[in-house]
């Protein structure tokens, strides 16, 4: 069954403040760089943790 949205969860516009990029650059991640989102209707959602994650694997890295 999927986890409820709670306070874990962040949107697009609070992950690029978190991350200080654009939320276009979020959305291009999510599309070629696999960043960890979850589409709720129209929304975005992430995790930080998630998004920490990612970020400390690399994958997040400029080629």
């Known amino acids: 069954?999927?986890?409820?949205?709670?306070?874990?969860?962040?949107?697009?516009?609070?992950a690029a403040e978190y991350l200080g990029v654009k939320t276009s650059t979020i959305r291009t991640w999510i599309k070629n760089k696999g960043m960890p989102a979850y589409r709720v209707g129209k929304l975005w959602k992430f995790k930080r943790s998630e998004i920490d994650g990612w970020v400390n694997s690399g994958k997040s890295a400029i080629e």
Not at 1 to 6: D, G, K, L, Q, W
């Open 1 to 14: 069954m999927a986890e409820p949205i709670n306070d874990n969860y962040i949107s697009i516009d609070e």
